[in-house]
């Protein structure tokens, strides 16, 4: 799709399927996520993106509430890790082959590599593993 052409979009409203016309645009702003905190609970900013922990979120991003990690809450537009990949809902698990099961962990992880420039980083995403490197840069 172009920037400004019209597309129509199907959505479930109600029970029922409603067609929608909108036209594509493109981001101006700095963020992926919507305006305002979409998260509860601390967080941490590394990279470019927020995360918090899964025991405090998993209700708003519908993860498992026993998964070990933390998720993705909020990702600045050309981020490191944006550009790598990686999508608000994500739960990152291990960094580096460090396993991630707690924001406590990913704190630990990030004051102790912060002057690293590449991450190996083993994340789910609607119940599947799956890898990226993010390069700082």
Known sequence: YKKDQSVTIQI???GKKIDIEVTIGESKGERISKKGKSYVGPSKKFLGMVVG??????KYYGIDKKLSGVV?????NKSAAADAGLKIGDVIQTI???NINSLEDFNQFVEKNKD????LVKFKRRGTNRFIVIEDK
């Open 12 to 14: 479930y409203r109600n």
């Open 96 to 98: 580096n082959y460090i």
């Open 116 to 119: 690293k420039k590449e991450f």
């Open 72 to 76: 993705v809450v909020d990702l600045e």
């Open 53 to 58: 922990s899964v025991t405090d979120n998993y």
